[in-house]
Nanobody, 126 residues
Framework: VQLQASGGGLVQAGGSLRLSCAVR????????VGWYRQAPGKQREMVAT???????NSADSVKGRFAISKDDAKNMVYLQMNDLIPEDTATYYC????????????WGQGTQVTVWGQGTLVTVSS
């Protein structure tokens, strides 16, 4: 397994999670590494990427809430997710985008993130 994502879970809206991705290659040999997600019935989308020089890019939907980082020495990539909302519910994957198109590795199993809402108070009176 070239990519191993972990750290997902069940969290209440407003909560935080930190995802980790172990890459079985030297990530500093690649131009960039990123996090992606796929919700049920939807296409996979880019969440955030980080280039070798540290330049990051993130989807508008997560700007200000998510932060990508990496540790080249450990070949690890992280995604700090704060202020989670139910719309963030998805399976999250890491991969290394190929500038010529596609990705260098096949998609692993990913890690599931489920965000549940705070609900609505219903009051019944007689």
């Amino acid at each position: 397994v070239q990519l191993q994502a972990s750290g997902g879970g069940l969290v209440q809206a407003g909560g935080s999670l930190r995802l980790s991705c172990a890459v079985r290659r030297s990530i500093n040999r690649f131009k960039a590494v990123g996090w992606y997600r796929q919700a049920p019935g939807k296409q996979r989308e880019m969440v955030a990427t980080i280039q070798n020089g540290g330049i990051t890019n993130s989807a508008d939907s997560v700007k200000g809430r998510f932060a990508i980082s990496k540790d080249d020495a450990k070949n690890m990539v992280y995604l700090q997710m704060n202020d989670l909302i139910p719309e963030d519910t998805a399976t999250y994957y890491c991969n290394l985008p190929n500038p010529s198109g596609g990705y260098y590795f096949s998609w692993g199993q990913g890690t599931q993130v489920t965000v549940w809402g705070q609900g609505t108070l219903v009051t019944v009176s007689s």
